[in-house]
């Protein structure tokens, strides 16, 4: 503005407002807030290649404490969006579906896999250089997720691998 060169402030500030509208579109929200800050956290950082759908409502009141709640979903999308990374195809996906019934929770996690001639077991494995302090994240899973008296299974189909954790509701455990 200082240097009078109007037209590119404006274009600009045009741009800064479609970025803003982009942002404002991708705000995923499903009822709980800890789930809608990892999920709108995680995929703020998923490129426009990826077809991104979240679906289901859920409450506040989850069977199991915050933490572990945490400690499950973060690590399932984290790991989902770093397989995301590695797909070099357009056509990529996320699929993230919660359901809440009277007896169970559910979070099912399915993303496209870069190397689909990959088996079930070789999808678990760390891809990161160190990887002594690294592939952790799905035992940090299957250990809350059986703490909570849930069950966590995992499922490969072509190009998509597939994650889907069942927790008890609290209601239900009489």
């Known amino acids: ?19 803003l509208s982009q942002i404002q579109k991708k705000c995923y929200v499903t009822g709980n807030q800890v789930l809608d800050a990892i999920t709108n956290h995680y995929l703020a950082q998923v490129d426009e290649f ?16 915050r933490f572990s709640l945490c400690t499950i979903y973060a690590n399932l999308l984290k790991n989902a969006i770093e397989e995301l990374e590695r797909v070099e195809r357009t056509n990529k996906k996320l699929e993230i579906e ?40 799905i035992k940090n899973v299957k250990k809350v997720v059986k703490e909570c008296g849930g069950e966590v299974f995992f499922e490969k189909r072509d190009e998509v691998f597939c994650v889907k954790v069942l927790l008890k509701n609290d209601r239900s455990r009489t």
């Not at 679906?55 to 989850?62: A, C, F, I, P």
């Open 1 to 19: 503005m200082e240097q009078n060169r109007v037209e590119e402030l404006a274009d600009y500030l045009k741009e800064m407002q479609e970025q």
């Open 50 to 65: 990826t077809k991104v759908k979240v679906t289901g409502r859920v409450s506040e009141e989850l069977p199991c404490d």
């Open 98 to 137: 919660f359901s809440q019934g009277e007896i169970f929770f559910q979070i099912e996690l399915c993303n496209s896999i870069a190397d689909k001639s990959k088996g079930k077991k070789q999808l678990f494995l760390t891809e990161k250089e160190d990887k002594r302090n690294h592939g952790l994240g």
